[in-house]
C-alpha cells in the first residue's frame, strides 16, 4: 500500500481557486468586513473543495513548529480511551509536546467539526479513532500537513499512520474460542453499533465465523444507547426472555459483559454451565470479579505509546499491528 503525505493547503490556493484576492477570502473566513453574498459562495465554495483549515496560531509558532498533539476520540467514559491518552501522554510530555483532547460521542458530523477546530491550531498531529470519517474530515486530514494517525483499528486503508489491531480478526478468534469449548447456541448482546464502527467490525466477523461452522448466531439485543455495565445488564435481560435456550452470549465490550454477568448473578444462572459470557477489552475489573471475565485483552496503553512516539519520530506512513490476546478466564 502506499501512503502519501499532502501539503498543507494555503490561503493563497483558496484565493485562487475562488478568484478573489487573499484579503477577501480572510475577510470571509472572519466574517468580518465588506464582501458580497456570491462572493462568499466562492470562497466557501473553494474552502470546502480544496478541505482548508484557518490557521489560528501565532506565525512564530508556525513557523518554528508546533508542540500540540490534539486527539479527537468518541468517549472519555469508555476506559478504552482514557488509556490510550495515558499511554501517549506519558510519551508526548517526556518530550514536551502538549496533548489536547475533544470528544464526539460517536458523531461522524460532531468529529468533523471538532476535528476542524483542532486543525485551525496546526497540531503537530491529529490522532483519531479508526479509519471510518466523513468525507469532509478525510478531506481536511489529508489537506491538513501535520501527522494523522487513526488508533485502534487496522481494518482498512490508513490516511497516514496507523497504530492498532484487526477488530475483524478479533470477533474471529472470539467465535473460534467458544465453538472450540462447545458451545453451539451463541447470542450476542451489544451497543450501537452504526456510531461505534468497530464494534461493528467484529460483530459481523463473529457472525460470519459461526455461519462458517454451521452455527449461525441465535439471537440478538442491540440497544441503541452508548455501552455502560447497566446496559448490559438490561441487554441480557431482553435477550434471555425471547430466547430462553442459549448457552454462550457475546457482548460487545466488557462493560456491557459486566453487566450480563451482574444478571446472572442475581437471576440464579450459572456461570459458565447455564450460561458462557464472553466480552471484549480485557479491563482490570473483568479479572477482579468472583470469575474472571472470558474477553479479548487490548493493548490500549501500548496503542497511545506507539503511536506518540512515531509522531516525535516523525516516522513515514505505516500500519503497526500491536494484536490483543485471548483471555480464557471463567466465565466461558
Known amino acids: 500500500m502506499e501512503f502519501k503525505h499532502q501539503a498543507t493547503v494555503t490561503l493563497a490556493e483558496v484565493a485562487e481557486a475562488a478568484g478573489v484576492g487573499e484579503s477577501t477570502v480572510s475577510r470571509v473566513l472572519r466574517n468580518h468586513g465588506s464582501f458580497s453574498g456570491r462572493t462568499r459562495e466562492r470562497v466557501m465554495a473553494a474552502v470546502e473543495r480544496l478541505g482548508y483549515v484557518p490557521n489560528r496560531i501565532a506565525g512564530t509558532l508556525a513557523s518554528t513548529g508546533s508542540r500540540l498533539v490534539a486527539f479527537v476520540i468518541p468517549s472519555l467514559s469508555n476506559i478504552v480511551f482514557p488509556d490510550v491518552l495515558r499511554g501517549a501522554s506519558a510519551v508526548l510530555e ?6 489536547v483532547f475533544s470528544v464526539t460521542d460517536y458523531d461522524p458530523a460532531k468529529e468533523e467539526a471538532l476535528a476542524a477546530a483542532m486543525l485551525a491550531w496546526r497540531p503537530a498531529a491529529v490522532m483519531l479513532a479508526g479509519y471510518e470519517h466523513t468525507e469532509g474530515t478525510a478531506k481536511m486530514l489529508r489537506a491538513s500537513g501535520c501527522r494523522v494517525v487513526e488508533l485502534l483499528d487496522l481494518d482498512g486503508d490508513p490516511l497516514d499512520i496507523a497504530v492498532g489491531f484487526s477488530n475483524r480478526a478479533a470477533g474471529q478468534e472470539s467465535a473460534a474460542f467458544l465453538l472450540r469449548r462447545g458451545y453451539r447456541r451463541i447470542g ?84 459458565p454451565s447455564q450460561l458462557a459470557i464472553f466480552g471484549y477489552n480485557g479491563l482490570d475489573i473483568g479479572r477482579a470479579i468472583p470469575q474472571p471475565l472470558s474477553t479479548i485483552r487490548t493493548p490500549r496503553v501500548a496503542t497511545g505509546q506507539i503511536a506518540a512516539q512515531l509522531v516525535i519520530a516523525n516516522a513515514p506512513p505505516q500500519a503497526i499491528d500491536l494484536g490483543f490476546e485471548l483471555i480464557e478466564g471463567a466465565t466461558a
Do not use: W
Open 94 to 99: 517526556e518530550n514536551r509536546y502538549q496533548a
Open 188 to 271: 450476542y448482546v451489544g451497543h450501537d453499533l452504526d456510531r461505534d464502527t468497530r464494534a461493528g467490525k467484529r460483530f459481523l466477523s463473529f457472525c460470519e465465523t459461526l455461519e462458517a461452522n454451521g452455527t449461525p448466531l441465535i439471537a440478538r439485543e442491540i440497544l441503541a444507547s452508548a455501552s455502560s455495565v447497566e446496559n448490559g445488564k438490561q441487554g441480557l435481560e431482553r435477550l434471555l426472555a425471547r430466547a430462553t435456550d442459549l448457552d454462550a452470549v457475546y457482548f460487545s465490550n466488557d462493560d456491557m459483559a459486566l453487566g450480563g454477568y451482574f444478571h446472572c448473578l442475581a437471576q440464579g444462572i450459572a456461570i
